[in-house]
C-alpha cells in the first residue's frame, strides 16, 4: 500500500476492524517513512453491474461515484463517514442480493433515499432535490411532508 502523503511503498497495519457487516475490513496505516496515518478499506470485488441512466445510457457501477452523491448530500450535517460507508455497503449488499446485472439509476436513487431518510432528514431533502430534480418550492415542500408522513 502506497502512502497517500510521500508515496513510500511500506506500511504498518495499526488497527483492523469489519464494517458494513463483514463485507469490508477498514484498516488504519501509518507509512514507515513519514509517519503519516491513513485508512484504507478491503473489500471482495463485485461482478460488473451495469447502471441504465436515465437517458438510456449504461455504466458500470462506481463505488466511489456513490459515496459522493450521499457525501454531497450529508454535507454539513452530523452523518459520519462510518454511517455513509455504511448506506453504501447496505445497497451494495442489495444489488448483490438481487442477482440483477442491471439495474436503473433510479432504483439505486429510492435506495439510497430509504437509507437516508432514517439517518438525517436534511441529508434526505437534499439527495432528493438532486435526484428527483426539484424544479420549485413544490418539490421541497413534497419531500418534506412524505418525511412528516412516515
Not at 448483490?96 to 432504483?107: F, H, L, Q, T, V
Amino acid at each position: 500500500m502506497r502512502c497517500p502523503f510521500c508515496g513510500y511503498e511500506e506500511t504498518k497495519v495499526l488497527d483492523s476492524r469489519p464494517v458494513g457487516k463483514g463485507a469490508s475490513i477498514r484498516r488504519r496505516r501509518e507509512c514507515l517513512r513519514c509517519e503519516g496515518r491513513f485508512t484504507t478499506y478491503e473489500r471482495y470485488e463485485q461482478n460488473n453491474i451495469r447502471i441504465i441512466k436515465k437517458d438510456g445510457r449504461r455504466e458500470l457501477y462506481n463505488r466511489q461515484k456513490l459515496t459522493l452523491g450521499i457525501v454531497k448530500a450529508c454535507e454539513k450535517t452530523p452523518v459520519t463517514t462510518e454511517q455513509i460507508e455504511e448506506i453504501v455497503d447496505n445497497i451494495e449488499e442489495q444489488l448483490r442480493k438481487s442477482g440483477k446485472s442491471e439495474i436503473s439509476s433510479s432504483e439505486i436513487g429510492d435506495k439510497v433515499m430509504e437509507q437516508l431518510k432514517v439517518v438525517d432528514q436534511v441529508a434526505y431533502v437534499r439527495f432528493a432535490s438532486v435526484y428527483r430534480e426539484f424544479r420549485d418550492l413544490d418539490g421541497f415542500l413534497d419531500a418534506i411532508k412524505e418525511l412528516k408522513d412516515n
